[in-house]
């Protein structure tokens, strides 16, 4: 089964870090781009970032430019997202998922379950 | 305030036909194909539509996609009432070097 599960979640004062992650299995990972996508409670969907397949390109979203790092191990098929200087408008529920084989195509047809991020003192 | 337009919601009797909009621009939807995501209550959004009018394996052909110039529909015919959830369109930008979303639409089943 193609399955992706997120971890590390948790609540978090302003201005400090969290590392996400992200477990794949049942599809090769190390083909395909991946993309961190967030919710923000009651609101829309937004991009956070992506990296490719090789790790050797990753793309952020405006908002966490410059604050925010996606990495990969495609020997341990995992997914990672460093956060740092973390701000209260980054309280989201955030999801890894899978984007196209070899190619970028902003399209997410594998989803983890999600895992909250709450920035608050 | 999100790229895409969506309206914040829409409804329909059972077995009703209904569509949502999502409206972009020339360097959105106008460049690129749209995709379609369904987000039951407490849930993952799942892929409804990729490609403008692709439904992926165990999607059912009740759902479909167009697409004409910066606009895209989702289409939703046999209205069930386990169709009452959140659907948000999405495509990539190329002004933004990244994927964009609609704000999403709420489907109530009257």
């Known amino acids: 089964e193609v399955q992706l599960v997120e971890s590390g979640g948790r609540l978090v004062q302003p201005g400090g870090s969290l590392r ?3 477990a794949a299995s049942g599809f090769t990972f190390s083909m395909y ?3 961190w996508v967030r919710q923000a409670p009651g609101k829309g969907l937004e991009w956070v970032a992506n990296i490719k397949h090789d790790g050797s390109v990753a793309y952020y979203g405006d908002s966490v430019k410059g604050r925010f790092t996606v990495s ?3 020997a341990k098929k995992s997914l990672f997202l460093q956060m740092n200087s973390l701000r209260a408008d980054d309280t989201a529920v955030y999801y890894c998922t899978r ?3 070899w ?3 902003g399209a997410f047809d ?3 379950q999600g895992t909250m991020v709450t920035v608050s003192s | 305030q999100s790229v895409l337009t969506q309206p914040p919601s829409a409804s329909g009797t059972p077995g009703q036909r209904v569509t949502i909009s999502c409206s972009g621009t020339s360097s959105n939807i106008g460049s690129h194909t749209v995709n379609w995501y ?3 209550p407490g ?10 009018n692709q439904r992926p394996s165990g999607v059912p052909d009740r759902f479909s996609g167009s697409k004409s110039g910066t606009s895209a529909s989702l289409a939703i015919s046999g209205l069930q009432s386990e169709d009452e959830t959140d659907y948000y369109c999405g495509a990539w930008d190329d002004s933004l070097n990244g994927p964009v979303f609609g704000g999403g639409t709420k489907l109530t089943v009257l």
């Open chain 1, 110 to 112: 594998v989803w983890g």
């Open chain 1, 103 to 105: 190619e970028l195509l």
């Open chain 2, 38 to 40: 369904q987000q039951l």
């Open chain 1, 99 to 101: 984007d196209g084989k």
């Open chain 1, 33 to 35: 781009w991946m993309t």
């Open chain 2, 43 to 52: 849930t993952a959004p799942k892929l409804l539509i990729y490609d403008n």
């Open chain 1, 72 to 74: 990969r191990d495609n």
């Open chain 1, 20 to 22: 996400l992650s992200c």
